[in-house]
């Protein structure tokens, strides 16, 4: 499951810039596979993410941890496609589910359960 830890600009350390980082419109699982291993330590600031496996202290001080779900459906509700893909995600998980209509859905896990934190038409 491709995860990345948030971190806002205001808590970003000053050299944050000088690791390897892609667009978060990009592939996290195939930046993984193909470029930084499996077990690669991920933290997103802003537009970008950056693999700070080399400096470990600045992914485990992030606070959130966020999972990016992004399915194509208009079959299952949102929350039944979580459940059944996330079934044993920790709380303070965060999980964007977008479907085949343009609906972007985003979600945080909170008390043991997916709660609906935003809501938009992409298109």
């Given amino acids: 499951m491709p995860r990345v830890k948030?971190?806002?600009k205001e808590e970003a350390p000053e050299n944050l810039s000088s690791f390897p980082n892609f667009h978060r419109s990009g592939s996290i699982a195939g930046m993984k596979k193909l470029y930084y291993g499996k077990d690669a330590l991920l933290v997103r600031c802003g537009d970008y993410i950056y693999n700070v496996t080399s400096e470990p202290k600045i992914y485990h001080n992030a606070e959130k941890l966020i999972t990016y779900c992004i399915i194509s459906t208009t079959d299952n509700p949102h929350l039944e496609i979580l459940n059944e893909y996330y079934p044993k995600v920790k709380n303070g998980a965060f999980a964007e589910v977008t479907n085949n209509s343009?609906?972007?859905k985003k979600f945080l896990f909170e008390n043991n359960q997916w709660n609906l934190i935003e809501a938009k038409l992409t298109h």
Wanted: glycine share 16%; proline share 0%; aromatic share 0%.
């Fill in 102 to 104: 343009g609906v972007k």
């Fill in 6 to 8: 948030i971190i806002n």
